[in-house]
């Protein structure tokens, strides 16, 4: 019996992206924003309903040239634990310290009622995660940071091509930062972006990500290399075309899911929030070991016995790693702490058949 991993990555055939790649080879233009990344950007633009937006090497520099395009260098940024660490290292990385915020138990987002009590003089700006396809609390976020004057940056890196109540996820916040890695929903094999609100904004991003170049003889920042080459921008190119498609495959998994796991005493299963659009990029459950008679630990390892990869994701949450659960005490979020110990996201992809959800549904079952 074949393994079912957690994840599969959405792929156009061999020969769209040999024809996608051609010009490529023709023109030597390689990287240093050729005509695949112009066009992907336009794609992108008009798909995410956005009218400023641009590309990086991927999601975590998409984090950090927010923070540098904005010019914070210093402060503290209100963010949430229950994240991937990429989250919280950008925040780290790029001098600023990061302010813990428990999440709400029913979707997994910051709890915007808790944010005010966070905020101090040295409070620069929040950084929300969308969660699971679930969407932060946007209007409340946007009032505190209004009030406060402050700047929301969201990492939206789980809620590509979502919508809240017919607006796009990118348009929400000062900017929003996005993932194209394989794993995504959509995918430029490694990638990113940062959708802003303004073309000065999008220029800005452009000398950043470029080593603070401007012209060959004028440079005025201390920049990186976060450039996306034509490759990357290629296989983007070809997956726009299949992403809805893709999408749709992904929300026959989902409905599958609930069919077959409905019921299940001890397991909550993920469900779509209202006026959301979702891209159905992760099914979590959560496991709760006094009702189901098995802790989320003993259920995974049943799964992984059966050749079922799911995934304790997030999990360590981040004031748990090692890296820094010497400066935190994760108990000071005790929703998000519970929730890392409970969740399990169960394999999700474009393409996952029922038969193979049958099989894991056995083995949650029994």
């Not at 040999?18 to 992907?40: C, D, M, Q, Y």
């Not at 699971?132 to 609390?137: E, F, K, P, S, T």
């Amino acid at each position: 019996m074949d393994k079912i991993f957690v994840t599969r990555s959405s792929i156009p055939s061999l020969e769209e992206y040999v024809e996608e790649i051609r010009p490529v080879f023709e023109s030597h233009w390689l990287t240093n924003a050729g005509k695949k990344h112009e066009e992907l950007i336009e794609k992108l633009k008009k798909y995410m309903e956005v009218p400023h937006l641009q590309l990086v090497v991927n999601g975590h520099m998409a984090l950090e040239i927010a923070f540098e395009m904005f010019g914070l260098k210093s402060g503290e940024v209100i963010t949430t634990p229950f994240t991937f660490v990429s989250t919280t290292n950008a925040i780290v990385r790029s001098g600023l310290k990061p302010v813990f915020c428990d999440i709400r138990e029913d979707d997994y987002t910051m709890d915007a009622s808790k944010i005010e009590a966070l905020i101090t003089p040295e409070t620069v700006a929040i950084m929300p995660v969308h969660v699971y396809g679930n969407i932060c609390d946007v209007e409340a976020i946007e009032a505190i940071a209004k009030k406060h004057g402050l700047k929301v940056i969201y990492d939206a890196s789980h809620t590509f091509g979502e919508k809240k109540d017919g607006v796009g996820v990118a348009a929400f916040g000062d900017a929003s930062t996005f993932s194209f890695h394989a794993t995504k929903v959509f995918n430029t094999i490694e990638g990113g972006a940062i959708a802003c609100r303004s073309q000065e904004e999008e220029d800005r991003i452009k000398i950043l990500r470029d080593f603070g170049i401007v012209t060959e003889e004028i440079t005025t920042d201390i920049g990186g290399n976060a450039k996306m080459n034509e490759f990357a921008a290629a296989m983007g190119l070809c997956n726009i075309r299949h992403v809805d498609e893709w999408i749709v495959q992904r929300k026959d998994a989902y409905e599958y899911y609930q069919e077959k796991l409905s019921g299940i005493k001890g397991i909550k299963l993920h469900h779509v929030q209202d006026g959301v659009q979702s891209n159905y990029a992760y099914f979590p459950i959560i496991v709760n070991e006094n009702e189901y008679g098995e802790t989320r630990d003993q259920l995974f390892e049943r799964l992984l016995k059966a050749d079922i990869c799911a995934r304790k994701y997030f999990y360590p949450m981040v004031t748990e790693l090692d890296s820094y659960k010497k400066d935190y005490d994760a108990a000071e979020t005790p929703i998000a702490q519970k929730m890392s110990h409970r969740v399990m996201t169960l394999p999700m992809y474009a393409g996952l058949s029922h038969e193979d959800i049958d099989r894991i549904a056995a083995v949650i079952r029994k």
